[in-house]
């Protein structure tokens, strides 16, 4: 029999403590290296769309906030397209990245991106996905990046809908991948362990 | 995204990824993960558009000294201090096909093992020449490279007695968000590997292998610098011919 050739993917390990020295470094106070930390700035002044900025914490298996992670969020901009060159479906906003990285503050444990609000993608069978952004989440002590998404309160009907929400087997977990809102400001608040632990994919 | 070959993008969704050769989120030898790893199951889906596009990063972000930790921090003149290495590898995907315009992120200790970090108190100085970060852009041929000081092992606060084994942080981009990929690279024969409860969260040791850079002599460069060879893989993705097509859009 053939051998099928293929590789292995490169195991995980954890990015450990001072993994801000690598992703972010300016926020751990080394400059003159790289002018900004990469995905610092997702929107600017031409981006279109609502602008809106999502936040929260993230807490380990006692409550306590993880003040050591990092977050990146990738999304589509807001006609739903995402800046990538697998998009085939047109051309996403030049002045939208789609993509933002940011450290929980070594004091509160808060996260914080400006950025707009996205609009709907399709799902491989041709329905259509409710607006969401997906998370991706690293820190001492989880060993292999952890994905999840939030999704918005207001879109109660499409996240009904929704095909990747629908294939949640415990209907009360949804609600861990629903953002709360207040104005323009949405709270994302993500669970690692326990009560209320939030759904984290593989996919 | 200029920089990227013409090759038609590839839009397939990934192999699914094979969580027993992964660590596990729990895994007690390792203690802060007994804290923060998920209890209940993972929910598993076939990517969808959302996981299958990802950023990717032009080369104009990278700087003339980012693939040169002995001198992106160094005072004018001046380098780091210690054994002076060459990393350098390929990024592919589990197909073998180069991923070129992949963005190789890295950090590290310096010879001394000390990170510069105002979380870190470990009793060894600090290089005022060394940062300890850098990135590069794989090529077409998917390979990237850099420069840098071989970083020294590091004691840490888990087991009464525990030390890192010399390491880089790798943290890479595929052209897809689910090929986000964080990890460590290990060097060639150091007994350390073998004592530490992070990389004993691997349970496979053939995976582990996979860490270890080899020292790359062919590529060593005389009076100047040693090699280390580190090549990365990422998910690959499937064939597009028979991906069920796209409708309503």
């Known amino acids: ?203 | 995204m200029s920089d990227i070959s013409n090759r038609k993008p590839e839009t397939g969704a990934f192999f699914a990824r094979d969580r027993a050769w992964h660590p596990p989120a729990y895994a007690p030898g390792y203690k802060t993960s007994v804290l923060r790893s998920p209890q209940r199951a993972l929910l598993s889906l076939d990517g969808t558009i959302s996981e299958i596009t990802g950023p990717v990063f032009g080369h104009s972000i990278i700087g003339e000294l980012d693939n040169d930790l002995i001198h992106n921090f160094a005072r004018p003149g001046e380098s780091a201090i210690g054994e002076r290495i060459i990393v350098h590898g390929r990024v592919l995907d589990e197909r073998g096909r180069p991923v070129s315009g992949a963005l190789v992120e890295f950090w590290q200790a310096n010879a001394g093992g000390r990170y510069r970090h105002k979380k870190e108190t470990y009793l060894a100085a600090i290089d005022p020449n060394f940062g300890g970060c850098g990135r590069c852009i794989t090529d077409e041929y998917g390979q990237y490279s850099f420069r840098t000081i071989r970083p020294g092992a590091y004691p840490w606060p888990n087991g009464v007695n525990d030390w890192r084994p010399a390491h880089i942080h790798f943290s890479i981009f595929g052209h897809g968000f689910a090929q986000r990929l964080i990890t460590q690279m290990y060097f060639e024969g150091d007994p350390m590997i073998w004592k530490c409860p992070i990389v004993g969260t691997i349970p496979d040791k053939a995976a582990i292998e996979q860490l270890i850079a080899a020292l790359d002599w062919g590529n060593t460069i005389p009076m100047d610098a040693r090699a280390y060879k580190f090549d990365i893989v990422l998910r690959g993705r499937r064939s597009t011919l028979f991906e069920n097509r796209l409708e309503g859009n």
């Open chain 1, 1 to 203: 029999m053939q051998e099928l050739g293929y590789l292995k993917e490169t195991p995980s390990q954890t990015a450990g403590p001072y993994v801000h020295i690598g992703l972010t470094p300016n926020f751990c106070d080394i400059g003159g290296i790289y002018a900004q930390d990469l995905g610092s700035a997702m929107v600017n002044e031409k981006t279109l769309g609502e602008r809106i900025t999502v936040t929260g914490h993230i807490y380990d298996g006692t409550g306590a906030p993880v003040r050591d992670a990092v977050v990146e969020i990738w999304q589509a901009d807001s006609a739903g397209l995402y800046n990538s060159p697998s998009e085939m479906r047109g051309a996403a906003d030049q002045n939208f990245a789609g993509w933002g990285r940011c450290p929980t503050c070594a004091e509160d444990g808060v996260y914080k991106f400006e950025t707009v609000k996205p609009g709907c993608v399709p799902f491989k069978d041709g329905r259509t996905m409710a607006p969401h952004i997906s998370f991706w989440i690293v820190a001492r002590g989880i060993n292999i990046g952890l994905h999840t998404r939030m999704y918005f309160p207001e879109e109660a009907d499409a996240n009904k809908a929704d095909p990747l929400l629908a294939r949640v087997e415990h209907g009360e977990r949804i609600a861990t991948m629903i953002a709360s809102r207040e104005d323009a400001t949405y709270t994302f608040d993500i669970r690692l362990q326990g009560e209320k632990e939030t759904v984290f994919l593989d996919i």
